[in-house]
């Protein structure tokens, strides 16, 4: 899942981005309200973090005009101000969730990855498809009593994949999605970690395979006898 992060102190932001990659996060991490309203637009995001005190367009200003916009993604306020007008305010402008700072990295995580679930629609988090699964909290992909561990990135894969079984992605699409738009990696790192993936759902004898279509993509596929 790929998470947004406006936040102007570029230390907070840097720690906020190494915890959410921690817990297998695909992260971008901006720090005034231009250009966070920027990534909005140019990609797609699962939650967005906002500060509220910003440079050149505060989060109020951010959010407004994402819901103007007509997105629904899930929006998780960050401030400085802690009293009730301030978060009665974000919460009638379009805000899921306001958390004041200071705050704890564990109530942080818990909070992001709440707002992931309800804007993915699932209740669990075990992803199935054919006789492979996919424990999203112990990043572990099992088949019957074969189980193997996941990397973060080899995580982010298998999770895209079995979200959305079947449909088939573009390489530049995965590279979008799971590295983000400030990597410095080539394309070539998307087949290299596809390898990677595929190489652990045969170490595990699963009855699917990722699929490569040819000039169109990737696909989670079953595997027919």
């Known amino acids: 899942m790929r998470i947004l992060i406006a936040e102007d102190e570029a230390e907070l932001a840097k720690a906020l981005k190494f915890l959410l990659e921690k817990h297998k996060f695909s992260v971008d991490a901006v720090h005034d309200g231009a250009e966070a309203l920027e ?11 906002l500060d509220i005190m910003m440079p050149k367009a505060d989060g109020m200003e951010v959010l407004s005009r994402i819901r103007k916009a007509g997105s629904a993604v899930p929006v998780l ?3 400085a101000k802690a009293e009730i007008e301030d978060r009665v305010a974000g919460l009638e402008a379009g805000a899921d969730d306001y958390l004041p700072k200071p705050f704890a990295s564990r109530e942080f995580i818990a909070r992001v990855k709440a707002l992931a679930r309800r804007n993915a629609g699932y209740a669990d988090c075990l992803l199935t498809f054919g006789n492979v699964a996919l424990d999203c909290n112990r990043y572990e992909l099992s088949c019957g ?24 992605f573009s390489a530049n699409h995965l590279m979008d999605k799971v590295w983000g738009q400030d990597s410095e990696a080539g394309i070539d790192v998307v087949w290299t970690y596809i390898g990677f993936v595929r190489k652990k759902l045969r170490q595990i004898d699963s009855g699917v395979e990722i ?12 595997i027919k006898c």
């Open 39 to 49: 990534r909005f637009h140019s990609a797609a995001y699962d939650v967005i973090v």
């Open 77 to 79: 306020m960050l401030t």
């Open 145 to 168: 009593g074969r189980t193997v561990r996941l990397n973060n990135k080899e995580f982010q894969l298998a999770e895209l994949f079995l979200r959305h079984p079947r449909f088939v």
């Open 211 to 222: 699929r490569t279509v040819r000039g169109a993509g990737y696909s989670l596929e079953e």
